[in-house]
Nanobody, 122 residues
Framework: RVQLVESGGGSVQSGGSLRLSCTAPGFTSVSCGIEWYRQAAGQEREWVSFISTDGTTTYSDSVKGRFTITKDTVRDTVYLQMDRLKPEDTGMYYC????????????????WGQGTQVTVSS
């Protein structure tokens, strides 16, 4: 089992920045990579970004050009740099291992962190 721990959330004004961290020991051995999701109060959980174990990145249209996902495999940590934040970015941010078939390996389990709250005021 992989235990994921998010940190770095907080309250900022619109236009500000935050950097979230997701520490996930051993994630390169048990997953295709790490995803970030977010969930605003009363809304469905929304996919935000993904970084594969080989460094390929993808973003949702709502954050593309403002958020940057990176990884530090020495520290088993994935970062989500969030710039030009907007009030609609407010929510609980979760990281998750990505299961699936990656190359010749099938990773069967998803693991989630507990989340870190981001609040952006206008």
């Amino acid at each position: 089992r992989v235990q994921l721990v998010e940190s770095g959330g907080g309250s900022v004004q619109s236009g500000g920045s935050l950097r979230l961290s997701c520490t996930a020991p051993g994630f390169t051995s048990v997953s295709c990579g790490i995803e970030w999701y977010r969930q605003a109060a009363g809304q469905e959980r929304e996919w935000v970004s993904f970084i594969s174990t080989d460094g390929t990145t993808t973003y949702s249209d709502s954050v593309k050009g403002r958020f940057t996902i990176t990884k530090d495999t020495v520290r088993d940590t994935v970062y989500l740099q969030m710039d030009r934040l907007k009030p609609e970015d407010t929510g609980m941010y979760y990281c998750k291992t990505k299961a699936g078939l990656c190359g010749d390996t099938l990773y069967a389990a998803d693991y989630w962190g507990q989340g870190t709250q981001v609040t952006v005021s206008s």
